[in-house]
């Protein structure tokens, strides 16, 4: 019988995980959710909920990781070791260790681990709640370079090379928290941007995070679009050609696209941006959207989400180049990694202020942290090693959203993708407050290392896709009238009302920063203070790789105890 390990990379987007073969050290399968199980639309939200709900946050975590254990059909006497990768907070939800010591991010405020404990470390299954039937499995999990420095911006630094040679560099992991790392004379200043659903795709009217049939990259073909669409193994093949002013099928696809992920939200900005038919905030077509079917629609709300979440991470690497003390046409070299890192076209991701207008290089890494994960689950004691490379490295962490040359560079960006102002005019606004405005290579072509797909081993078992975690918060709302302004409110259709309890997904759920149905409540009686964990079975359980659109068959009629 096989040697069963499990990599697992616990991300703010959603959880992926790979079932490896100990002996032989192959990848036998891969399984992810499309969601992260925490209520919340970015990851300052997700961080807001596990600080005021610990253990309820650590259940909801372990929860997801059983079912992606389940999912790539993996017993618990058969699970020998485990190795998770994922930033400070998420591996502690994990742990069940507190994250108030990570809650402040004041400028200055010591960036040490505290009291704390973040090293690296082996432990037994059943040193985790709720993980004790998978005892004597091994639980590797990597150490933090600094208290809010996790695993994985360690292991965006070392997987891409960044601290090699002595030009500055940038490397860049794109999702619902967006992790930036600038090298400038061999310090590295880093921290993470909370860019939000835009970019992950999950926010989108019809996104979704990158998975088989979803759209991540359309090319014009003439005065047409073709959308270029994610297949059963993750490999980009085409998809149909429409006109975007009229939404007419031109031709259809091999593959038949059912969402559009992050990378395709990029792309389709840069394409209207490019013939003019998306100016922020408008899309000027004559239904105000670009329509690839009836059901497949791209709105000026979606702009304005993908927009700001670029525009956030714009406002970060200038702010970064400040802070380093150099010239904001010095980064020529980017490291892109993640899924949006991998399938979005980086001179589409340029033109829309993805990437800094001074990049000339462009190197795609992949998924790091399951990298990390992997590596990690084939030799537990590279744990430790990882310590000593932690600390050998001159980090500076930086707390954006209290950094000034930031938060006036946002300002910028928001007069750009939300008030309309245009490029000419947020370039005199920059100037105005003192933000560096790059100057762009014009006609010098990207020189691009890339990937097939950002997790290029998928194994012979393939890719499965967990549509939902099975978790939800019941709130008792007794009094309630049946009026269904929760349910109408939530643009993410994550309430199910019932006649004395809602039932609230906690993976389709915004979270604290939201809080819509509270506040709308004709007889007050939701109140988020009373919330209950509770599950719920989804009826389509797992489904293959190829993936059926079920985005309003998301609750069955009958709870589960499991």
Not at 504 to 523: E, F, P, V
Not at 530 to 551: C, F, N, S, V
Request: proline share 5%.
């Amino acid at each position: 019988m096989a040697r069963i390990g499990i990599a697992l990379d616990v991300g703010t987007s959603c959880y992926k995980a790979q079932k490896i073969d100990l002996d032989t050290q192959e990848v036998m399968g891969t399984a992810m959710t499309l969601h992260n199980p925490l209520p919340g639309a970015n990851a300052i939200d997700q961080r807001a909920f596990a600080a005021k709900w610990p253990q309820m946050s650590h259940e909801l975590c372990i929860m997801a990781v059983k079912r992606l254990i389940v999912g790539l059909g993996v017993y618990p006497y058969e699970l020998e070791r485990m190795a998770i990768c994922g930033n400070a907070v998420q591996v502690s939800i994990f742990l069940g260790l507190t994250i108030d010591d990570l809650l402040s991010e004041a400028a200055g405020a010591p960036d040490s681990c505290g009291t704390v404990d973040r090293g690296a470390r082996i432990l037994d299954a059943a040193d985790i709640d709720g993980l004790k039937k998978y005892s004597p499995c091994h639980i590797v999990v990597p150490p933090a370079a600094r208290n809010r420095i996790g695993a994985d911006k360690l292991a965006l630094v070392m997987y891409s090379g960044l601290l090699e040679g002595e030009d500055s560099a940038l490397a860049m992991d794109f999702g619902i928290g967006t992790k930036v790392a600038l090298k400038v004379g061999g310090v590295v200043y880093t921290g993470s941007v909370a860019s939000g659903t835009g970019l992950g795709g999950q926010g989108l009217s019809c996104g979704t995070v990158a998975k088989p049939q979803s759209v991540c990259d359309f090319r014009w073909e003439d005065d047409n679009l073709r959308a270029m669409v994610l297949d059963d193994g993750m490999h980009v093949t085409v998809g149909d050609l429409f006109d975007p002013l009229t939404g007419t099928m031109i031709e259809q696809g091999q593959v038949k696209p059912f969402s559009i992920a992050g990378s395709g939200s990029v792309s389709l900005i840069s394409a209207g941006m490019e013939r003019g038919f998306i100016v922020p905030p408008r899309i000027r077509t004559a239904s105000g959207s670009i329509d690839m079917r009836v059901d497949l629609r791209y709105d000026e709300a979606d702009l304005a989400l993908t927009g700001i979440a670029i525009g956030k991470v714009r406002a970060a690497c200038r702010a970064l180049t400040v802070l380093a003390g150099i010239e904001a046409d010095a980064i020529h070299h980017v490291y892109t990694s993640g899924a949006i890192g991998t399938y979005a076209d980086p001179d589409k991701a340029k033109t829309v202020g993805l990437l800094p207008d001074s990049t000339t290089h462009v190197t795609q890494i992949g998924n790091t942290s399951l990298q990390l994960a992997r590596e990690l689950v084939n030799n537990p004691g590279r744990a430790f090693e990882l310590e000593a490379i932690a600390d050998s490295v001159p980090w500076h962490w930086v707390a954006f959203e209290r950094l000034p040359t930031y938060v006036r560079a946002l300002e910028c960006e928001h007069a750009f993708w939300e008030d309309g102002i245009s490029p000419e005019g947020m370039a005199s606004m920059c100037a105005a407050r003192g933000i560096p405005k790059p100057n762009p290579r014009a006609g010098t072509p990207l020189k691009v290392t890339t990937l097939d797909r950002d997790i290029p081993e998928m194994g012979k078992g393939g890719l499965k896709i967990r549509n939902m975690v099975d978790t939800c918060l019941h709130i008792k709302v007794e009094g309630c009238t049946g009026c269904f302004c929760c349910t109408d409110i939530c643009k993410n259709n994550a309430i199910k009302p019932d006649t004395k309890v809602i039932h609230i997904r906690t993976d389709l759920c915004s979270g604290l920063g939201c809080q819509k149905c509270q506040m709308t409540c004709s007889t007050g009686v939701i109140n988020w203070d009373r919330i209950e964990l509770g599950r719920y079975e989804d009826e389509t359980k797992w489904m293959p790789a190829k993936w059926k659109h079920t985005q309003n068959k998301v609750w069955a009629s009958s709870p589960t105890n499991e």
